[in-house]
């Protein structure tokens, strides 16, 4: 069932909304007169805009109705990914992480993520490989991000979900390709504004309809169904049961691997880099904490609550249930059931704003991974900023392929799977360029690799989930996964491929000759 819009009214809205994005994105064209502004607009952004900016991409439509889902499924042991995103994605990232890539960056000139490690290690393959892997895997956290979208369009307002893709993509082209960061940033600020008022006032009734203060007794009394029980779940106010496949899931995958990965994200760690001062970094931090605590700790207690208002509405079946067991599809369910008519239209294009903002910034680092990185940097081709343009083209039909193809209730696991490969591949490599002199161009190297091909590894034929879902195991060894009779099969690659790209690092650079000083 779909709601059956005033059209006039929804035109109306959409038509002045993307009037003032287009008007946004005419802005940024307008001032970005060279290759800084357009990669890092001009490295001149207030410290508030920044924090709004980098609060909208850290919360996309991948944390609103993904984990937002998950929060329905799983229930309030969601919650702990709010602590994660706001420990490590705010307060480390602000504190400890962000001076130092605003300081590296300004140093070396870099632009993207890539070449500030390239620069401090002098190496164009450094560089190269980290724009490659970029290219190549971000597309299943950018199609997670479509798929949100495209879902929110085909639950409330009926829309085919390949149609709904390719409205979406016509949308994010008509300024990521023209405005380059500089009006990407001046979007995010009016879009996250819009996305952190919305999400609370959806907090807000759908608490008020699940009981307000009563809402998480509500929530505890819930029969939790039994394929949910068969998976861990003991009850909607508490985490799964030990060891069990959801504990797993949500512990190893959602909690850990994406809290690790948060660290390594090329789209957020550019941020820091359009300051001019560390000082500007100090200013954004209660900004970014607060705007993660309402927009994604909002969303997963929106998921939890809206299976008591469903099972009020519906006896007892839990919205979950109602949802069609898709986590992805809850959160568009909630918005289309429980929500008063004139409310789904400020929804709608709530939830638009945090796709938006994220799938921007997603298309811009990929194109920048390729074109700048890649191909300008690593391979010398010349037309640094047209190959960024003609690259974001590409991004573009690559993600929308890739959204299209990806199954049921994967939003908040291919956001995993590449967070997963960003912390495997970069961090160890972006922790050294920033804190240890020690480091070297072959320790670097050795724990890239090291770190891709391993996470890769387990991936394809040790972690269940995806390499069940892939198939190459069963092909190559007769077999779903190599651990299939082992706890390992549920236990994310992050906690292997992490520490062994780590210790990689160390031990190479201990026994390879230190980088000269002039290099640096």
């Known amino acids: 069932m779909t709601i059956q819009l005033n059209p006039v009214i929804l035109y109306t809205v959409a038509f002045v909304f993307l009037a003032i994005l287009a008007f946004l994105a005419y802005l940024g064209y307008r001032h970005a007169k060279s290759g800084e502004d357009y990669m890092l607009a001009g490295r001149k952004v207030p410290p508030y805009f920044m924090a709004i900016s980098y609060g909208s991409v850290l919360i996309s439509t991948a944390s609103i109705v993904g984990f937002g889902g998950m929060g329905a499924k799983v229930g309030m042991g969601m919650f702990w990914i709010v602590t994660i995103n706001i420990g490590l994605g705010v307060l480390v990232s602000y504190i400890v992480f962000g001076p130092r890539i605003q300081a590296l960056g300004l140093k070396f000139g870099a632009q993207t993520m890539a070449e500030l490690l390239g620069k401090r290690f002098n190496s164009r393959f450094i560089q190269g490989f980290a724009g490659i892997v970029t290219f190549l895997f971000m597309p299943l956290y950018a199609g997670a991000v479509l798929v949100g979208v495209s879902r929110l369009l085909e639950t ?30 001046y979007v995010d600020v009016v879009l996250g ?185 690593a391979f010398k081709l010349k037309g640094g900023l047209n190959l960024v343009k003609g690259a974001s083209v590409l991004s573009l039909m690559i993600v929308v392929i890739v959204a299209y193809n990806l199954p049921h209730s994967i939003i908040a696991i291919a956001t995993s799977i590449f967070f997963g490969i960003a912390a495997a591949t970069f961090l160890p490599t972006l922790i050294s360029a920033m804190f240890w002199r020690r480091a070297t ?45 082992s706890w390992i099969k549920l236990m994310d690659p992050t906690f292997v491929a992490v520490p062994l790209s780590a210790m990689t690092m160390i031990f190479v650079s201990l026994f390879t000759r230190k980088t000269d000083e002039k290099d640096l």
């Open 156 to 185: 409330i307002l009926g829309v085919n979900f390949g149609l709904a893709l390719i409205i979406y993509a016509f949308i994010i082209a008509i300024y990521v390709i023209g405005g380059g960061l500089k009006g990407m940033i």
């Open 193 to 377: 504004v819009l996305k952190f008022c919305g999400l609370a006032a959806l907090f807000c009734i759908i608490l008020f309809k699940s009981g307000g203060f009563s809402a998480v007794a509500n929530l505890a009394k819930l029969p939790v169904p039994p394929d949910l029980a068969k998976d861990g779940v003991v009850s909607f106010t508490q985490m799964p049961a030990g060891g069990s496949p959801l504990w797993w899931l949500l512990v190893s995958s959602l909690l850990i691997g994406i809290g690790l990965g948060l660290l390594a994200q090329p789209q957020l760690a550019v941020r820091f880099m359009t300051l001019k001062s560390k000082l500007d970094i100090k200013r954004a931090i209660g900004f970014g904490a607060i705007f993660v605590l309402v927009a994604n700790g909002g969303a997963i207690l929106v998921g939890a609550f809206s299976n008591v208002v469903s099972s009020f509405q519906n006896n007892g079946q839990i919205a979950y249930v109602m949802a069609g067991r898709n986590a992805d599809s809850v959160i568009p369910y909630a918005v289309r059931s429980f929500t008063p008519e004139w409310f789904v239209y400020i929804l709608l294009f709530t939830l638009l704003s945090a796709a938006i903002s994220a799938s921007t910034a997603q298309i811009h680092t990929m194109a920048a991974s390729f074109g700048y990185d890649l191909l300008h940097k």
């Open 441 to 485: 161009r072959q320790g670097v190297i050795s724990s890239m690799i090291v770190g891709f091909i391993t996470i890769a590894f387990f991936y394809l034929f040790v972690h269940a989930r995806e390499a069940e879902g892939l198939g190459i195991c069963k092909f190559v060894f007769g077999k779903g996964c190599l651990a299939e009779n």
